[in-house]
């Protein structure tokens, strides 16, 4: 994904029964990035933590982090996440890939 602007939904999808899964483990990695920022997930049913999923401080980074997420609701999709870039700065631009390598069940 590239952004295009600071906040991105993007819907999980895998082999799992979305009513029954709760959380997801995922492997995260920004590459070309520019300026220094960061990446938070979080459910995309809830107002943005102050949190960080993955850091970065220089242009054309590429770097990987892992984590947890819970997953939310949103427009009637179960197992969607918010990607948000930070800090609002327009200069400030990467891609990313979030790779899922596990999920929790309810």
């Known amino acids: ?54 850091n970065w401080t220089t242009n054309y980074q590429t770097i990987a982090n892992g984590g947890i997420v819970a997953i939310g609701d949103w427009g009637g999709f179960y197992g969607a996440v918010e990607v948000y870039l930070g800090p609002d700065d327009s200069s400030v631009t990467t891609e990313y890939i979030i790779d899922i390598t596990g999920y929790f069940i309810l």
């Open 1 to 54: 994904f590239f952004f295009s602007s600071r906040r991105r939904h993007t819907r999980l999808q895998g082999d799992w029964s979305s009513d029954v899964c709760s959380s997801d483990l995922y492997n995260l990695t920004v590459t070309n990035t520019r300026g220094w920022g960061f990446l938070s997930l979080y459910p995309a049913d809830i107002l943005r933590p102050d949190i960080s999923s993955i």
